[in-house]
């Protein structure tokens, strides 16, 4: 039977090649020289992984954001992972950091509005949830290819990818 996952996943690499270079652009920048504003990727447990923004001010705060925003898009990792609704922490003196958790996997409620979506369009298809994925199967490819198209237009705030598509 015809199936393919449904998956919320970065490439880390691109990721971190992201990262490496929005900090080698802040230490070149003339308006960050003496500061302590840096990117730092930290992997957390398991697929965890985090961004913390690190400036001294909220000015500065906001332009080591829309570097890091500039070196994801032009490393072509899309910034719909990211969570960029968190509140900067003060660290010591004049210190701030924003941490910025990284999406990756498909929660519980995602996995419910991806199997709801599909059977509100009355498609032949069947969605379960294993894991982190959603496995959506079906007895004929354009089946299947509807689907995606479905879940490409109706969930577009999220930056799903599919793979595993078995004919």
Request: net charge positive.
């Amino acid at each position: 039977m015809p199936s393919f996952d449904v998956v919320l996943e970065p490439d880390l690499v691109e990721l971190r090649n992201a990262v490496e270079q929005a900090n080698k652009e802040i230490g070149t920048r003339f308006d960050f020289k003496g500061s302590s504003a840096q990117v730092e990727l930290s992997a957390g447990s398991g697929k965890e992984r985090d961004l913390a923004l690190l400036a001294d001010s909220d000015f500065q705060l906001q332009q080591v954001r829309d570097v890091m925003l500039a070196r994801l898009a032009k490393r072509g990792v899309d910034v719909r992972y990211l969570d960029l609704t968190g509140t900067p922490q003060k660290l010591g003196g004049d210190r701030l950091k924003l941490p910025v958790p990284v999406k990756s996997g498909i929660d519980a409620d995602t996995a419910r509005r991806v199997q709801q979506v599909l059977k509100a369009n009355k498609l032949k298809v069947q969605a379960a949830v294993q894991g982190d994925t959603v496995r959506v199967s079906g007895a004929k490819r354009d089946d299947l290819q509807a689907a995606i198209a479905l879940l490409r237009r109706d969930l577009a705030e999220l930056p799903l990818s599919f793979n595993n598509f078995r004919a």
